[in-house]
């Protein structure tokens, strides 16, 4: 063994002490550190011949680097829809590093059970049926990846053809319908050969982000019998709109399609009855998208896909090979996701879900929906901003007031807020009209950092009114 490998092995207890007295440090000043922080392009380090060693590695990482790290896990980091930890997911997170289990198959490790558990939990939490086969990816991106995979494998199924055995050569294009999808909807597509160009927008409802279901039953017809790709939206990222699911599962009756639903952070809504008709008949959808490391407060990076279609699912990722074994009934997790070796992400959920129990998860969920509500009450009655969209979630969608709305002077604005330190939004556009989100999704967050991001986005106000006027 390396001199240096066997030292830090004999001081093992001392390194992960500092690892964890840092991490405690971290946590501590989290809600009071910069939200976020203009970076600036770093000197990547030439590769030592002789290193230094990990307590000095570590603490000189930290040294440099740790005041710009931004406080993405915090309670005012509103872009995106970003989640942080809660204390038993983190707990858990450390647990995966150190026991780095190989999950390939069952037989030598309780790790895969647990995963299996894990879902069975989520089922739970979700109110979806024993029907729904589970499997954790990465992220929502990969879970819509891996949905509309399986729907591909369906599409040509029906016309005799494997696409996973045979490929997509000579087939027609596969339709992909939608209200307003996701972006990583267009990724799925481009790297699954269907194309980006096949995602078609169907009509809105009027004034929503929803997809207009006689449109899409219009859209429907015009294929003629052609299958179809259906993508739902159950929470859109700009206004956390919601297709009426039951009215596209309806449909399916009558035109031959898949039924994906995107619900990576709106199918939280299912765990607190006052909000869960928004999902109502999506436990008849052909597979769901949700994120966990959103709205599910575990560390980056884990999502699930569900569908009712396992064995199609298998055809597409089965992964042969004479040491793996036959898939039979239950085939191990390597043979239903684009990963093989993986992550043992399926940790912190189980242990999250355990550790607070549903009332607990609807508890954040419920609070962070109060949370953009009272933002959206404030951001309604100041005259320097206006809503662009009812507040229907955890989401704020807003823009300024007055002449200066372009998407130039929205970025300026938020960099201004960015560099308050005191909170960070993202920028979009909303039915052609440039603006921002502030999305509200961890555990952390409370009333009072509603106070202190309003009182920043004032002040950046007013920084701006100075500006124009010297
Ligand atoms: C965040 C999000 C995604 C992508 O999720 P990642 O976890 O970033 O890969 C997809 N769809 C919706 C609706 C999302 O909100």
């Known amino acids: 063994m390396h001199p240096l490998l066997a030292t830090d092995l004999a001081q093992l207890p001392a390194l992960l002490a500092t690892a964890r007295e840092l991490s405690l440090d971290y946590l501590a000043a989290l809600p009071d550190r910069s939200v976020a922080l203009a970076t600036t392009e770093l000197v990547p ?13 570590l603490r000189q990482f930290w040294a440099e680097y740790a005041p710009q790290l931004g406080a993405s896990a915090g309670p005012r980091f509103l872009g995106f829809v970003t989640g942080g930890s809660t204390p038993a997911a983190l707990a858990a997170d450390w647990l995966v590093s150190a026991i780095d289990q190989n999950l390939s198959s069952d037989g030598y490790s309780v790790a895969p059970a647990i995963e299996r558990a894990a879902l069975h939990l989520l089922r739970q939490l979700f109110g979806l049926p024993d029907a729904f086969a589970g499997v954790f990816v990465t992220g929502a991106t990969q879970s819509n990846l891996v949905g509309l995979a399986v729907a591909r494998q369906w599409a040509a199924a029906r016309a005799g053809h494997d696409v996973a055995q045979q490929g997509l050569f000579g087939l027609p294009p596969l339709p992909l319908l939608s209200g307003a999808a996701h972006s990583s909807i267009y990724k799925a597509a481009a790297i699954l050969g269907l194309g980006r160009a096949q995602v078609r927008a169907v009509g809105q409802l009027p004034g929503r982000e929803a997809i207009d279901p006689q449109a899409l039953e219009a859209a429907l017809r015009e ?51 006052e909000l869960a008709d928004r999902v109502a008949g999506w436990e008849q959808a052909d597979s769901i998208t949700i994120d966990a490391h959103k709205w599910l407060n575990v560390p980056y990076d884990a999502a699930m896909l569900f569908t009712r279609h396992q064995p199609l699912q298998a055809e597409v990722f089965k992964n042969s ?27 912190p959920v189980y242990l999250s879900l355990l550790a607070y129990g549903r009332a607990g998860i609807a508890d954040i969920v419920a609070r962070n929906c109060a949370q953009a509500a009272a933002l959206g009450a404030l951001l309604d009655a100041s005259s320097a901003f206006r809503l662009l969209a009812p507040v229907r979630l955890n989401v704020v969608c807003f823009t300024l007031t007055g002449a ?62 100075e500006q124009v006027g010297t």
């Open 45 to 57: 380090p030439v590769l030592p011949e002789e290193g230094a060693g990990g307590e000095a590695a």
């Open 223 to 273: 294929l003629n019998g052609q299958p179809a790709v259906v993508v739902a939206n159950a929470g859109t990222v700009n206004s956390t709109d919601f297709d009426d699911l039951g009215a596209l599962v309806a449909l399916q009756q009558r035109y031959p399609f898949w039924l994906h639903v995107d619900a990576a952070f709106g199918g939280f809504a299912a765990v607190v009855p």
């Open 321 to 347: 090979a004479a040491y793996l074994g036959p898939l039979g009934d239950r085939p191990d997790f390597v043979h239903l996701g684009p990963e093989n070796s993986r992550r043992f992400r399926a940790l």
């Open 404 to 465: 200066n709305t372009s998407g130039r002077h929205i970025r300026e604005f938020l960099e201004r807020v960015r560099d308050s330190g005191e909170t960070f939004l993202t920028p979009t556009v909303y039915a052609g009209m440039p603006g921002m989100r502030a999305a509200f999704s961890n555990w952390r967050t409370g009333l009072p950092d509603v106070a202190r991001v309003m009182a920043a986005l004032h002040a950046a106000v007013r920084e701006s009114a």
